[in-house]
Structures are given as C-alpha cells and as structure tokens.
C-alpha cells in the first residue's frame, strides 16, 4: 500500500492505540485496536479518512456521558446510537 505521508509502497495494515478527544471537548478517551495503517519506510503511523470520520461520527451519535475512559474500536462502533445519521455533516 502507497504511504499518505511519504508516497513509498511500504504502508501496512495494522491496528493501534490512538487518543480522541470526545466531540464536548469535556475529556479525551483511548481507543484500543484501531484499524490503522504503518510505514516502513517513513515511520509514519495513521488512520485512513474513512476509519477516522466513522470514529468522530459515532462519537457524535452515542452517549459519550458513561463511555469509559479505554475502549476498543470495536466495542465503540457496537454502542447504541441516539441518532441513526449525523444530521449535521453536510459532506453526504
């Protein structure tokens, strides 16, 4: 795969801890076994526009009130949203 950073065909799938900080800006959480991508060549370690925009949607949708403080990617996407849709990203 072509690394976002450097263009080298050296990007790989993997899964990593990454940090987001919730959409009321009240706390950051951790999430665990996030679908990510690693460069060998660059060093460089990311999540692709699509794994990012469902995180920060579903952040969006669900009720961060009593999420904890570590979840996994997985168990995050499984929380029961408030609302079906995003009402508010006009990019659709």
Known sequence: MKCKWCD???AIENKNVVYWEL???SRAITIT???SRSCQACGME???DDITKEIED???LINTKDLEGEISY???MEKPRLLKRN???FTL
Do not use: M, R, S, V
Request: charged share 35%; net charge negative.
């Open 46 to 48: 990311y999540q692709e």
């Open 23 to 25: 959409p009321d800006g």
């Open 33 to 35: 076994e996030t679908p």
């Open 74 to 76: 997985e168990a995050l």
């Open 87 to 89: 009402y508010f990203d």
């Open 58 to 60: 579903q952040l969006f």
């Open 8 to 10: 080298a065909d050296e």
